[in-house]
């Protein structure tokens, strides 16, 4: 389909390509390593560093062999998805933890967890600095059983002399909580240089299988100079014409839908990324109810916007089932780094790749793609 926003129209037609999956080569030790989240950020020479959610491998029969909240790893430029990970033991090593942080949950969420959302790289002399913005939850024993704390800021530093093949890949965190619970900009995140623009979408309080489409957004954005991204005070957000100290000031930057329409805006995470091959900056997550076999996808002139209507993308081999039991796909995240012109990026998890035992994978399609930007 096509959408047109103003003088900005973005269109896709045709399938997505073959899957390709994002992870260790066959034969090495994290080969059947099953991971979600998948948010990626592209470095000075062209190489990827990796960040996923939960990270796990079973056994033939079913059973954990190792389970690490969350992960890391590293791609070369020449084959952005396959990456070369540290082995700790038998298992990878987690990128952040929150040992240490102040924050507690109930009695009915004990689980402390650091889930990634986006992250950024900028130059820092010859080293690449990325921040990445990871959301404190609390998880119950259903893993649909979430409260947020807030959201971190990380740091990770790359040297393009050393790449870290093979090597552990460890996150410091400059502050836990930036914002409170109810706010988190950084769900999404690019940069320009100079400033870093964080997102954050709007949700209800969590109540698993009673939150409906509409009931989600709006979206809204901030700003912070890159030195100062953990800064709580030197982050400004836009009210509609300018850049202003108070979050409460915050305008929608995505169309609102009509009443009784569903706005299709992110149930959970989205990501934006500058997409060079096509000169825009793309927005893409899973619609509602997250568990899903599509990815949104918008785009805008400017990080603020106006953001285009939805386009639909359909994803292939993401409603399947298992005695019974249904998996589906979700965290569809932008990829611009496979993008060429005429082909957008774009990634996801999908939670069966395989049986005996069943296991998920992180997956990268490109799909047919053209933006066109007239003289307004």
């Not at 080569?25 to 990796?50: C, E, F, H, K, Y």
């Not at 939960?54 to 690490?68: A, H, I, K, N, P």
């Not at 939150?211 to 100079?225: A, H, K, L, M, S």
């Amino acid at each position: 389909g096509t959408v047109l926003l103003g003088a900005t129209s973005v269109g896709t037609s045709g399938d997505p390509s073959a899957h390709t999956p994002v992870g260790p080569a066959a034969g090495t030790p994290l080969a059947r390593i099953d991971r979600d989240a998948g948010v990626s950020v592209q470095l000075r020479d062209g190489s990827v560093l990796w960040l996923f959610g939960d990270s796990s491998e079973q056994t033939s029969s079913g059973q954990l062999r190792y389970f690490v909240n969350n992960t890391a790893a590293w791609a070369p430029a020449g084959s952005p998805t396959v990456t070369q990970d540290a082995v700790n033991g038998t298992e990878p090593y987690q990128f952040v933890s929150p040992a240490g942080s102040t924050w507690t949950c109930p009695a009915d969420k004990p689980t402390r967890a650091m889930w990634p959302l986006s992250a950024v790289a900028n130059p820092s002399g010859a080293l690449d600095v990325v921040t990445a913005f990871f959301g404190d939850v609390c998880v119950g024993s259903d893993p649909l059983q979430i409260e947020p704390r807030g959201v971190a800021v990380v740091r990770w530093t790359y040297d393009p002399s050393s790449p870290p093949a093979g090597r552990p890949i460890r996150g410091t965190v400059l502050v836990h909580q930036l914002f409170p619970a109810d706010l988190r900009y950084g769900t999404a995140a690019v940069t320009d240089g100079t400033w870093i623009y964080g997102y954050q979408c709007s949700a209800p309080p969590d109540d698993p299988g009673v939150e409906w489409p509409d009931e989600f957004g709006p979206c809204t954005i901030g700003r912070v100079p890159v030195a100062s991204v953990a800064t709580r005070s030197a982050w400004t957000f836009w009210n509609g014409t300018s850049w202003v100290a108070s979050s409460s000031s915050a305008a929608p930057i995505t169309a609102a839908a009509a009443p009784g329409v569903d706005p299709q805006l992110p149930v959970s995470s989205a990501t934006v990324g500058w997409d060079a091959a096509h000169g825009v900056y793309v927005m893409a997550y899973s619609p509602w109810p997250g568990f899903t076999d599509r990815i949104l996808v918008r785009v805008a002139t400017t990080p603020q916007g106006p953001w285009s209507d939805a386009v639909e993308v359909d994803l292939p081999g993401c409603d399947d089932d298992v005695g019974g039991v249904g998996y589906f796909c979700y965290a569809g995240t932008v990829q611009p780094q496979l993008s060429t012109p005429g082909l957008l990026g774009l990634g996801y998890y999908d939670q069966l790749v395989a049986v005996g035992p069943n296991r998920g994978q992180y997956l990268t399609v490109t799909v047919p793609f053209s933006v066109v930007i007239g003289p307004g």
